[in-house]
């Protein structure tokens, strides 16, 4: 019974029903209340009316009899009406306040004190009060035996009549000339409002009763049972049954909370699902994280630690943290753990220790605090990371660094370190003296386009996709000398930053080497064609020194010489005087020593003026020309006396293969064909004879230098070798393959530039 009643003061349905039956109780009694009041008030109100009506009657009823002064029917009158029930009293008082008629004969000309009750009333003031209204000429008395009574008392005004009948004394000016009182009892109306209000209480405790069966009825139907549902429900969720449903089959409220307890138990269960997952992954993370974590009290007693600390340092149960990680009888000084509890912030620290196996260890360490609810420190957190490994490749990286910067800044060519964007030197070795003539602290943040005689040759830096290597680029020395270098380029990395790696060498030495010997190849050129410039020569001079006689022999004779003869004859010499000056300055042009210069030339007309210095050898030896040259070929870049120059070393070099040829005594076609074609985005010149060709194994060797199939003294094996590096200047490319007719061709393949205008 104990544990019931804290139940089932703390049940809603308790507070349901005693706040409705409190309300209900408490309306109940207002409205019993006010009933009654109004049902007194009426009953007394209906009473007061009665009697004053009967009052009125009784004077009315005596009226006549006053008038006649009939004292005997007074009486009767009284006494007839007083037989009434619940009539107590009826009494007539003169105007001095004498009883003159009553329906108690001792009562009789009882003279009545004017300060008394019933005649308070109206003599409460000088003069009395003539006319009254019913509620103050009414009075409540109680009888001797204890019940109410009720005193009407209404004045006797004075009439015409009254005052002008010859049996009256009463003057005109007399208003009141007394009053009769009516008392009735209220013993059976109280009687009546007793048993009125004893029903109406039953009534009301019926109302009372039965309305509150019907909410308790109503409570236990629509709120107890499903609230014990709802009740149960929350608890099967409690529990962790987060698949549990809650049945109530109403639509209101309460349903509305059971779809709302259900929802909520699948969100819990999901929640808890969730939070159970990451509990585990935090706790596998905790456990497998690669590094070393503890946790530790005030007294730096481990209360927790990972399973690599555990397999690292098998510590024991109460283990200070000193004692697992170092065997330490005392705490580190300085204790990182020690400075947060002190102020509560994070900590980081290196540490040394000794492994289990003897090998030294280093470590990072990081703490930071775990608090309380009421933010208070209670632990510590400690996380190690083991950084053994990385410090000794810290200093093999150190040590690779300074080898590697030893090398870099030793390396006998200039390298230089750019920014990708602006070409700034970033860095660059001390080799660069030796092609620049700066130091290497004079270039730390230049430009690398100050160095160029030309800056815009420096833009072809920046697109390291298409120029990775830059040849023959003309830069320029301290001391103002210029310099051509071959420049490669690289994207690579830079103390973390994107660079262009460069590398410069310098071949001004080497252009001049391979100048010396281009100009020696057509000295030897030359040299070869002596005999049939000799002969190109013979021809005009002949032509001239016929002329020259015919005119001395007329002259002699001293024969004149027909105008038109004389006209043709000069025209001839002056023909042929021409031919031979352009003869000698088309060789002089030719031997000169020339720096390179490419633009864009028309390979046909290089071919023609090869062919016009050579042809006349080739028809000495009875060696014929055939040409097939395309029609619309775009242009090339090119310098045209080194194409030229390459075209007659091709052109030599058939000539000899041919005569070769004929000395083995081998007949056949004496002949070298040139043929120009665009094939895709290329122009390829083939220069073909009937020669005794070149053997397959020495097709890729030709073009070394020094290399000839020649005899010796009939070659020097530089031709090929210098026209080969003139075709690559030219961004060409230069190959030889058998002649199907016989004899070998050399096919010449130059790129269209992109913009062919």
């Known amino acids: 019974m104990s544990a019931f009643h804290p139940k089932l003061h703390n049940s809603l349905v308790t507070k349901l029903l005693l706040s409705v039956g409190a309300i209900l109780l408490v309306s109940l009694c207002f409205w019993g209340y006010f009933h009654l009041r109004y049902i007194e008030s009426k009953f007394r109100g209906d009473l007061a009316a009665n009697v004053d009506r009967l009052s009125n009657t009784i004077r009315l009823g005596a009226h006549y009899a006053m008038m006649i002064n009939s004292r005997d029917d007074i009486k009767h009158i009284i006494n007839n009406v007083a037989r009434q029930n619940d009539i107590e009293s009826i009494r007539i008082y003169n105007k001095e306040g004498r009883i003159k008629f009553s329906n108690h004969a001792d009562e009789l000309e009882q003279q009545t004190n004017i300060k008394d009750e019933a005649c308070f009333i109206c003599h409460k003031a000088e003069p009395p009060e003539t006319f009254l209204n019913l509620a103050q000429r009414l009075r409540m008395t109680r009888s001797a035996d204890g019940y109410r009574q009720m005193g009407i008392i209404s004045p006797v005004y004075n009439e015409t009549g009254c005052a002008s009948d010859a049996c009256h004394v009463h003057p005109a000016d007399k208003k009141v000339l007394g ?28 109302i009372f009763g039965a309305t509150g069966l019907m909410i308790v009825i109503i409570i236990f139907r629509f709120v107890t049972v499903p609230v014990k549902r709802l009740i149960s429900g929350a608890r099967r969720i409690e529990s962790g049954d987060y698949d549990t449903v809650v049945q109530v089959h109403q639509q209101d409220e309460l349903q509305e909370l059971a779809d709302a307890i259900n929802q909520m138990g699948r969100a819990i269960g999901d929640k808890a699902k969730a939070l159970n997952q990451q509990r585990d992954e935090y706790q596998n993370l ?9 946790v530790q009290d005030r007294d730096y007693r481990l209360i927790g630690y990972n399973r690599e600390f555990a397999d690292r340092f098998s510590p024991r149960p109460g283990d200070f943290c000193y004692q697992a990680y170092k065997g330490r009888q005392s705490k580190c000084v300085p204790c990182p753990v020690e400075k947060t509890f002190t102020d509560g912030l994070s900590h980081n620290s290196e540490e040394t220790a000794v492994d289990r196996d003897g ?201 004149p010489i027909e105008d038109h003869i004389l006209l043709t004859l000069a025209e001839e010499i002056d023909r042929h005087v021409d031919r031979a000056s352009k003869i000698i300055s088309h060789m002089r042009q030719f031997g000169r020593k020339t720096d390179p210069d490419l633009k864009k030339i028309q390979i046909n007309d290089i071919l023609v003026q090869a062919s016009d210095i050579f042809s006349q050898q080739l028809k000495v030896r009875g060696i014929d020309m055939a040409w097939e040259l395309g029609s619309n070929l775009p242009d090339i870049m090119g310098d045209p006396a080194r194409l030229e120059q390459v075209i007659i070393n091709l052109l030599v070099n058939a000539r000899d293969a041919i005569e070769a040829c004929c000395a083995a005594g081998q007949n056949g076609p004496h002949a070298i064909s040139l043929s120009t074609a665009q094939q895709g ?77």
């Open 286 to 294: 905790f456990e497998t994280v690669p590094c070393i974590i503890t």
């Open 179 to 206: 009053a009769l009182d009516l008392v009735v009892s209220l013993k059976s109306v109280d009687q009546e409002i007793v048993a009125h209000r004893r029903n109406f209480i039953l009534l009301a405790a019926g």
């Open 359 to 559: 090998s030294l260890r280093q470590w990072i360490v990081r703490t930071t605090p775990i608090k309380d609810a009421e933010g208070r420190i209670v632990a510590a957190m400690e996380m190690n990371l083991d950084i053994s490994d990385r410090k000794i490749l810290e200093e093999k990286l150190a040590q690779s660094e300074k080898k590697y910067r030893a090398i870099f800044s030793n390396i006998p060519i200039p390298v230089f370190a750019l920014d990708p964007n602006r070409l700034t030197i970033l860095e660059c070795n001390e080799s660069v003296a030796s092609v620049y003539t700066y130091r290497r602290h004079e270039l730390l943040g230049h430009s690398f386009r100050e160095l160029f005689r030309d800056p815009g040759d420096a833009d072809r830096l920046l697109d390291v996709h298409t120029d990775t290597v830059i040849e023959r680029a003309r830069q320029r020395s301290k001391d103002g000398l210029q310099r051509y270098v071959t420049i490669r380029v690289s994207p690579s990395e830079y103390g973390g930053t994107k660079v262009l790696l460069v590398t410069v060498s310098d071949i001004t030495k080497r252009l001049e080497t391979e100048q010396q010997l281009i100009q020696a190849g057509k000295m030897a050129t030359l040299g070869e064609m002596a005999t049939g410039v000799a002969h190109e020569l013979n021809q005009p001079l002949s032509v001239i020194k016929t002329a020259s006689s015919f005119f001395m022999r007329k002259l002699r004779n001293k024969q």
């Open 681 to 757: 985005d290329k122009v390829t010149v083939r220069v073909c004879d009937t020669g005794e060709g070149i053997p397959d194994a020495l097709l890729e060797k030709i073009f070394e230098p020094f290399f000839t199939t020649k005899k010796v003294g009939q070659g020097t094996g530089i031709g090929l070798s210098i026209s080969y590096g003139i075709i690559k200047e030219c961004g060409g490319l230069i190959y030889a393959r058998p002649n199907p007719s016989g004899g070998a061709c050399f096919i010449i393949e130059f790129p269209i530039p992109a913009d062919p205008t």
